[in-house]
């Protein structure tokens, strides 16, 4: 890459960083962090999908235990997925996610081999 190129990602990373939009959503992501309830509700998830893989090695993805398992998993998921505070990180989160994809249109469209 040419001096100038690397130049001119350096200053496209630090507009970005600046952008309203990501520091709203960093902002979100230390709350949530630190969030005593949101961080309950992810540790009782991921215990649930552990629960639900050893349900499926032990007893196969049919059986009576792995759909029970496989319901706790949906049931804390939509749990944690409904916290008010999870509900406002994505709705940040899918707003800097369609600012990167602008990005990525604008730069990346005339590289794309079109078939």
Avoid: W
Avoid at 84 to 112: G, H, T
Wanted: charged residues 35%; without cysteine; hydrophobic residues 35%.
């Amino acid at each position: 890459m040419t001096e100038s190129l690397l130049v001119k990602l350096n200053n496209l990373k630090d507009e970005i960083s600046k952008d309203d939009r990501v520091i709203f959503l960093n902002h979100l992501e230390d709350r949530i962090n630190n969030e005593d309830d949101v961080l309950k509700l992810a540790y009782d998830k991921d215990m649930k999908a552990m629960a639900y893989e050893d349900s499926l090695k032990h007893f196969g993805e049919n059986s009576i235990e792995a759909m029970n398992a496989q319901k706790a998993l949906y049931e804390s998921k939509k749990k944690l997925d409904m916290h008010p505070s999870v509900v406002q990180y994505n709705e940040a989160y899918k707003k800097v996610k369609e600012m990167y994809n602008q990005i990525n249109e604008v730069l990346f469209r005339p590289f794309i081999n079109k078939r």
